[in-house]
């Protein structure tokens, strides 16, 4: 089953 | 004070329409450079930033930054009630605890004033790095548009490859499958009606086509959309806004686990 990740996974906290 | 003046309410209305269906609400970063937002769906799987540059606007004042934080969907309400040639002025005190609205009629013989509550927003602002996308489609906003919802009736995922002889829409559902391609542009006697596709790298990668029907409701905003794909980050679809800034959207890629 293909999964989404949370998009903040992808970038980083300011 | 900050203050910010657009000759034609058009071009807000727009933008709102184009982002509060996805975005509850979110912060207005105003600062000397313009204004900006970053908001995440509330599945917190896409992210709308927005930037609205200072040169955009026909007046703009910000003597220091402040976050205002807003109901998309309060701001486009009232927004939606200025004639679209109407200028609108945006404004808040420094401490303020209201965002000021005020339309002017192209005669001046109207004006309007609206006042929205400001509100806590908790939102974490992300750095988003520039990535090294390995393909970037710019094709009409129309029929990116046109593409989604016609393949949103059959799946909930579409799969977007891409080769240097065109892009492939794809989708499967359980009452079958479709797809779409589209050819790079040979002659290109209108630029806007253009399809443009660049590749570094062939990619295939997943979406969820319910955001992707999202995003392409910003066609008002352009003629024209860029799709950027690249592997391990999410697809980023704008579109520019000539010299007022950009919407753009990020999307997680769905993938095989």
Do not use: W
């Not at chain 2, 769906?41 to 200072?54: E, M």
């Not at chain 2, 492939?168 to 779409?180: A, H, L, M, R, V």
């Not at chain 2, 992707?212 to 905003?221: D, E, G, H, P, T």
């Amino acid at each position: 089953i293909p999964v989404q990740k949370n998009i903040t996974s992808y970038f980083g906290n300011r | 004070m900050f203050e910010a003046r657009v000759a034609q309410a058009e071009i807000l209305k727009k933008i709102l329409d184009s982002v509060r269906e996805l975005v509850e609400q979110g912060n207005l970063d105003c600062s000397g450079t313009g204004i900006s937002l970053q908001a995440m769906d509330s599945s917190h799987v896409s992210l709308v930033a927005l930037l609205l540059k200072s040169e955009g606007f026909e007046r703009y004042r910000c003597d220091r930054s402040i976050n205002l934080g807003i109901n998309m969907q309060s701001l486009g309400k009232i927004v939606k009630t200025a004639g679209n040639h109407d200028a609108i002025t945006l404004s808040s005190e420094d401490k303020g605890d209201v965002l000021g609205l005020m339309f002017e009629s192209t005669e001046q013989d109207k004006v309007s004033n609206y006042e929205i509550k400001l509100m806590d927003v908790d939102a974490e602002q992300l750095a988003i790095p520039v990535a090294e996308y390995s393909v970037c489609v710019r094709m009409p906003s129309a029929e990116f548009a046109r593409i989604t919802r016609d393949l949103s009736t059959i799946g909930d995922s579409v799969l977007i490859s891409c080769t240097k002889d065109g892009v492939q829409f794809s989708t499967t559902g359980d009452t079958g499958s479709g797809s779409i391609v589209l050819r790079q542009s040979s002659s290109v006697d209108d630029e806007k009606k253009a399809v443009v596709i660049e590749v570094q790298e062939p990619i295939s990668l997943s979406f969820a086509t319910k955001f992707l029907v999202q995003f392409s409701k910003s066609a008002a905003l352009n003629e024209s959309v860029t799709l950027n794909l690249g592997d391990g980050v999410p697809l980023m679809v704008e579109y520019p806004m000539k010299e007022m800034g950009y919407v753009r959207f990020y999307l997680a890629p769905k993938l095989s686990n």
